[in-house]
């Protein structure tokens, strides 16, 4: 039985689409590599994003095409990654591929706590991530990377700040430079110089992402970072209560009159599962964040439950023990946010498609 040639595999390949691209694999340049040997098959896929969350399902879709074939004995796919670039260039970041803003209409939905578990999952994933705390007024950021008690450096020739790096993530807040117990009593145009300095200033380096973790609400500080910030999108935190709820709609609206794309909307505190009887309870309500995503038109990226993880990591500076205690499907939670936060980022990503490139190895 005779393999199939190039052009075969090239044109079957044609009808796999990205299941969240919705566009044919080959035409979106994630196609690398074909290589064919009596009738073994590989196929070298390059994901626009390493935590993609339907790899599986591109995996299946392509074997499944492939198998088809005459001729074809097995399918070997294997896969790589490479982030590609927000539709807004840095020109002060050349470096950073996307800035992602994280932001809440009000205080206390865990709009930080998202903010750290966001990037430690990407860079778990594989991802280069920095965070930056723009919450000026409560940086909580280094307690809970575990850097309370970090300096910053400044490098010599270029006297640039270089963040400080915590589980794998790069990190600046001003919390490394005001005493602990100090409040900051600033007005809009002092914090936005500082944020600026910190975007700008900061070397960040290559980073396919770049968390900031804006101050709430949606008066003078989070208006003036969200206009100054060049963002790919943004991400609001709410928690199930009706008048979060009714925060959570006025900042994704904010958001979308300044014409940053709100990537999505994540309920936090959403349920509690008691840890004796696996009991499921609903303390502040639930799926309030999704019928809001859906009137404003936004996906909904996700729930994550109460849970005493979530507090003790964040106290102890340890987030990474999230995605390892395995406590009631809570690190599957976190991490179903991260894959489709990043699947988001890459779906707004389209309008800058990468170019087919490909060889094929008979």
């Known amino acids: 039985m005779t393999a199939p040639t190039k052009d075969e595999i090239l044109n079957i390949l044609r009808t796999v689409n990205d299941p969240e691209l919705h566009r044919d694999i080959v035409s979106l ?20 994003t390493p935590a993609c969350p339907l790899k599986e399902t591109l995996r299946r879709d392509v074997t499944a095409a492939v198998m088809g074939l005459s001729g074809v004995k097995s399918v070997a796919v294997e896969f790589s990654a490479k982030v590609r670039q927000g539709p807004i260039r840095q020109t002060a970041l050349p470096g950073v591929k996307n ?12 709009k930080s706590t998202v903010a750290v578990l966001t990037a430690i999952g990407l860079a778990r994933a594989g991802a280069s991530v920095g965070l930056l705390d723009a919450d000026v007024y409560g940086p909580s950021i280094p307690k809970m ?21 915590a589980h794998g ?31 700008e200033q900061v070397d960040w380096g290559e ?24 963002a790919t999108g943004a991400v609001v935190v709410c928690t199930p209560q009706a008048v979060a709820l009714l925060d959570c709609v006025r900042a994704a609206r904010m958001y979308q009159m ?35 995503a ?35 499907g809570l690190a599957e939670a976190v991490r179903a946010i991260v894959g489709n936060l990043a699947g988001q980022i890459s779906v707004r990503n389209l309008g800058r498609p990468a170019t087919p490139a490909f060889t094929i190895e008979q």
């Open 29 to 48: 340049g994630m196609v690398r590599n074909v290589a064919v040997c009596d009738g073994q098959v590989r196929v070298d896929i390059e994901l626009t």
């Open 99 to 110: 800035i992602i803003a994280v932001g809440a209409g009000k205080g206390g939905v865990g």
């Open 145 to 165: 990377m575990g850097v309370e008690d970090a300096q910053p450096a400044v490098s010599g020739e270029a006297n640039r700040i270089i963040p400080v790096e």
């Open 169 to 199: 993530v790069k990190t600046m807040s001003i919390g490394f430079i005001i005493p602990r117990d100090q409040p900051v009593i600033w007005r809009g145009p002092m914090i936005h110089g500082t944020i600026k300095q910190f975007l």
């Open 207 to 230: 980073l396919d992402y770049l968390i900031v973790d804006l101050p709430p609400g949606t008066g003078d500080v989070p208006l003036t970072l969200s206009q100054s910030i060049p």
């Open 258 to 292: 300044l014409k940053v794309e709100v990537l999505g909307i994540i309920e936090n505190m959403s349920y509690f599962i008691a840890p004796d009887t696996l009991r499921e309870y609903d303390l502040f309500g639930k799926g309030g964040a999704e019928a809001a």
């Open 294 to 328: 859906r009137e404003l038109g936004v996906p909904f990226l996700g729930s994550i439950p109460i849970n005493v993880a979530v507090r003790i990591s964040g106290d102890r500076g340890t987030p990474a023990d999230v995605f390892d205690n395995g406590q009631q």
